[in-house]
Each structure stands twice: as structure tokens, then as C-alpha cells.
């Protein structure tokens, strides 16, 4: 375990430094969600007494989509550079190397999740200059759930790269992936606005639970039945996007 860590720490701070370089994508990442709350926001304040809307204040209930969307876009098109890294030779000099294909993955995926999660906290500062009032849990729950969404959707992102090895592949991957994922789970609009067949479909999308126990979290209930589902869906897809992430990285190595 300690040699892993060592291994994954010197991967971590590698690409951490390369981040901050070239902190371009981490801007750019960022100001899709920002757009939302300053374009979108008014106008969902304005539907928010219409009937099926979620009970609570309307920033408490856009507000955690759009975390839940930086979570999810802000580390699913991290494979883009594992592919740039991979033809330029980098990824394969690392696998040769005495370290675990593991730790690789687990530094890079360190990095995503850091920089998505501190993006999530001033995403939610931002929020407080239009009107979002929560509590000291509720932004606890946040970045906890936004980090574990960033864990999985990156080491998908990666997993995926290191199949197909090719950007013009792995675009559509990841956008028949997310559009799904962005379309039922009332990240934008709640699902209770839906159609009741919507609706039904949309049951079926681990994230939307998510969505919703953010959002019972942001109402004040922290440690509502929501709440808690949120978390062991988040946890779940966490680990099994970690095995699939860590079983491409030991094929490649292999």
C-alpha cells in the first residue's frame, strides 16, 4: 500500500503541475455550469410556482443539478488527454516503469477529482451572489457527492480511452453516455415536470437520485432516506467505474 501511494502521489503531482500550466480546459469546464446559473437560473425561477415543481427555494433545486453536472462533464472528457498521452509515448514509458498500472490511474483520477471539487466550491460560492442559502452540512454533502461522481465519470473516461485509443471514437462514447444521463436525471428541469412515462424512465437512472437526494440535502435534510440512497449510488458507481478504470489499465499494461 505505501508503494502504491508513493506512486500515485508522483503521478498526481505530475499531472496536477501540467493542470496548472495549462488550466485552459479547467476554465473552460467550469464555465458551462456558471452560463447555466446566469442564463438559466432566472428562468426556472420564474417556472418554480408551477405545479410539480419541487418544494424549496428554485436555486435549491438548480443549484445541485448543476453540481451534479460539473461532476459528471467535468471528468468525463479527461481520457481526450490520456489518448494525446498514450500516442506521444508518455503512458507506455509509465507502464514500463516499477510502478503499478494501478497508481496511474489513481493519480489521475486524484487530480480530476480535486480540481472538479474545488470547481464545485466556487460554483456554490458563485451561487450565493443570486440567492442560495445552505447550510454548513448541506455543502459537505455537495462536494462529497460531486467528488465521488468525478472519481467514477473519470475513471470511465479514462477506462474508455485506453480502449478505443482514438479522440474521434471516444467523443461519441462519452456523449451517447452523458446525453442520457443529463436528459432523465432532472439535472436541469425537475422530472417531476415530466410526463408520467418520463417520469417512470427516468426512475430507472441511478444519477437522478442523486440529483434528488442533493437536493433534499440543500432543502436542510442532510441526512434524509434521500440523502443516504445518494450516497450508496454514488459509492457504488464509484467502485465499479474504479474496477473498470483499473482493469483497462492492467490490460494495457499487460
Same mark, same amino acid.
Given at each position: ?26 476554465? @473552460?469546464?467550469?464555465?458551462?455550469? @456558471? ?55 508518455? @503512458? ?163
Amino acid at each position: 500500500m505505501k508503494k502504491y501511494l508513493s506512486d500515485a502521489s508522483v503521478v498526481f503531482s505530475r499531472s496536477l503541475l501540467l493542470a496548472l500550466q495549462n488550466p485552459v480546459w479547467i476554465i @473552460i469546464s467550469l464555465m458551462q455550469p @456558471i452560463l447555466y446559473l446566469t442564463l438559466f437560473g432566472p428562468v426556472l425561477e420564474a417556472v418554480s410556482h408551477a405545479p410539480g415543481f419541487p418544494p424549496g427555494d428554485s436555486w435549491r433545486v438548480f443549484v445541485p443539478g448543476l453540481l451534479v453536472q460539473l461532476g459528471i462533464f467535468g471528468a468525463a472528457f479527461v481520457g481526450f488527454g490520456m489518448i494525446a498521452e498514450w500516442r506521444a509515448g508518455v @503512458i507506455e514509458r509509465m507502464l514500463v516503469a516499477p510502478m503499478r498500472p494501478t497508481a496511474l490511474l489513481g493519480g489521475l483520477v486524484a487530480r480530476d477529482v480535486l480540481v472538479v471539487t474545488l470547481q464545485g466550491a466556487l460554483l456554490t460560492g458563485l451561487s450565493f451572489l443570486f440567492g442560495l442559502r445552505i447550510s454548513p452540512e448541506a455543502f459537505l454533502v455537495a462536494l462529497l457527492l460531486i467528488a465521488l461522481l468525478a472519481a467514477s465519470f473519470a475513471s470511465l473516461s479514462y477506462g474508455a480511452a485506453l480502449l478505443v485509443k482514438n479522440e474521434n471514437a471516444l467523443a461519441p462514447m462519452v456523449n451517447s453516455l452523458a446525453l442520457p444521463i443529463l436528459l432523465l436525471s432532472g439535472i436541469l428541469l425537475p422530472m417531476s415536470l415530466a410526463p408520467e412515462w418520463l417520469q417512470v424512465v427516468s426512475d430507472f437512472n441511478p444519477i437522478k437520485h442523486v440529483v434528488n437526494g442533493l437536493r433534499a440535502a440543500f432543502r436542510g435534510d442532510a441526512l434524509s432516506t434521500s440523502t443516504l440512497i445518494a450516497f450508496v449510488i454514488a459509492c457504488v458507481i464509484a467502485v465499479l467505474s474504479v474496477l473498470a478504470g483499473a482493469r483497462a489499465m492492467k490490460n494495457l499494461a499487460n
